[in-house]
C-alpha cells in the first residue's frame, strides 16, 4: 500500500516539476520581451489613503462599499471624439494657471515636470460614490 | 513630399546611426533642425485624397478604401491608408511625408528619432532569437521577408486614478492559516504614462515594447519622418481612458499588493477603479521596427524597439523536443521521488497512532498535494503565456498594419 501511495505521489511530483522545468525554460526560451513597463518608469506616485487589515469577508465588503469613490467623467471633451491636441485657448481653459506645465513646450526636448497645483485635478468632481 | 538637398536636391533620408539627415547621391548631411523651415511650407496644401473621389463614384464599392497621394520625386501615386503619414514612393524608392496629416492640430509636438538602425535592429532580432533552446532551426537562421521603421503615435497622459481594493490572502494563524481581508483604498498619479493612440496595432503588442525614455525625445520634425513609415492617431479620449485606466490598475493593484505584509497567497478580488485624465495630452511619436519572416506558410513579425532595441515576439517551439524532454525530466524525477517517498513515508505513518499524529499525516499529505497542483498549474501557465505570446506574433493585422504600406 505504500509503495503504491509512494508510487502515486513521486509520479504527481516527478511530472509536477518536470511541468514547472520546461514551461519555465520554454517561456524563457520562445516568449521574447514579455514584459511591461513598471511604475517607475511613468513617475507613478500611489498614495494609501485608507487601509485596513486582518479583516472578516463582511468587513472587507463594508471597507469596499464605504471608502470606494469614482471621478466624474470630465464634460471638457466629448468621448466620442478623436483625440487631438488642444489649442492654445482651450489650453487656457483647461489649465487657469500655465506656469508648472507637465511639459515644458520648449526647443531643447522633453522635460517632465510635476504640478503643483494643477486645475484640472482640482476641478475633477471627486465626490463619495 | 520628401525634404531634398540643398546640393544636389535629392531626398534625404534620416540615419538613425548618425541622427542626421543623408544625401545618398552626394553623400551631404544635414542636421534635422538645420533644414529651413520655409522650404516645407508648401507642401501643406498638397493632401492625400480618397482614391474613390480620384477614380470615381466615392460609393463605388470596388474601389479599394484607400488614399491616393503624388510623389513629389517622380510623380507616382502613391497609396496610402487613412492613417499613414509618411511612405516610401513604390517607383522611386523616395520618402513621402504626407504633410496635411501632421500639419497644424494634427502635428505631433515631440518624435523620438530612430536610435536603432535597420541592421542593428536585425541583429538584434538574430541574437535574441539564437538564444532559444525550443526555437526550430529554421527560425534561428530566418531570412527576413520585411524589415520597416514605423513611428507609432502615442498620447502622453497625465492621470489621477482613484481605487478601493479588497485583498484576499492567507494568513499563519499558529500551526494554520487562515484567510484574511485587506483593504487599500488611495489615488496614484501619473504624469507621462504613453497611450498606443493607433487602432490598428493592439495594445499588448505596444505596450510590451515599453518602456520608452521619454527624455530622448525631441520637438517634433517632419524631417525625422524621411526613409520611415508613420501613423497618424485614431483613437478616442474614451479609447485613451480605458487604456489608461487598465494601466492604472495594474500599477495600483500591485502597490496595494505589495503594501500588504505578512500574508501569502494575496489576489485583489474587488475593486472599484476610476479615472480622472487631462484632456491636454501630448501627441507623440516613437519608434519601432518590425521584422517578418515566413515559419511553415505564417508570417511572424517580431517588433524591435527603436530606441532601446528590446526585442518582443513569441517563437514556435520545436513540440517534439518539449514533450521528450518533460517525459524525459519526468520519469527522471519521479524515480527518484519515488525511492525518498518509500523510504520517508513508512516513517510518517508508522508512528504512533493518536490523534494529533494523524492529523499531521494528514497535513503533509495534503501539503505534497497541492504542491504538485501548484507545479502543474504553474508549468501549464507559463506554456499558455508563450502561446498566447506567438498567436500576437502570427496575428494578421499586425501583419497587415506593417505589410500593407508601399515601398
Redesign the interface.
Known sequence: MIEFFAGLLALGFGFGLACWICGKALNKSNNLGDSHANSSAYNVDTTFTHSCNNMSKSEGLAFFDLYAYKYNISDAVDEKEEVRRMTDEERKKNRKAPTGAFVSRNTDGYTAVRDEEPDWVKRADRGQW | MATLCKNCSHALVFNPASQLLECSACGSMFRPEEVEAESKEYREDLKAEAAGEIYGDKEDKSLMDCYVYTCSECGGEIIVNGTEASTTCVYCGNPNVVFSRISR???P??IMPFSVSKERAIELARN??K?????PREIKNFSVDCCRGIYLPY??V?A?Y?D?V?I?GQ?KSGKNSVT??????????????PID?SKALSDESS?????YN??????FDEDYLAGFYSNV?????????SAALLRAQ???N???IN??KNASAKEV??S????????????AMLPAWFITFNYKGKHNT??VNGDSG????????KKVL?YC???G??????????F???AT??VF?SGRRSSSSSRSEGRIIAF??A??????S??????I??IK??NLTQDKAMFNFMKKRQG
Open positions: 492640430q494634427k502635428r509636438e515631440f535574441a532569437v538564444k532559444g533552446v525550443f526555437v498620447w502622453i497625465k489621477k482613484a478601493s479588497v484576499k494568513v484574511k481581508y485587506f483593504g487599500r483604498s488611495g489615488t496614484l498619479d501619473f504624469d507621462n504614462l493612440a505596450a510590451k515594447l515599453e518602456p521619454l527624455f530622448n525625445m525631441k520637438p492617431s485614431d483613437v478616442t479620449y474614451s479609447d485613451v481612458r495594474e500599477f495600483f500591485e502597490e496595494a503594501d500588504v478580488i474587488s472599484c477603479p476610476s479615472i480622472k485624465v487631462d484632456p491636454d495630452m501630448v501627441y517580431i517588433l528590446k526585442v518582443v515576439c513569441g517563437l514556435p517551439w518539449f524532454l518533460l517525459i525530466v519526468g520519469i527522471a524525477i519521479s524515480v527518484a521521488a519515488y525518498v517517498f518509500k513515508l513508512p505513518f505534497l498535494i504542491g504538485i497542483v501548484a507545479l502543474f504553474t508549468g501549464i501557465r507559463k506554456v503565456k508563450v505570446s506567438i
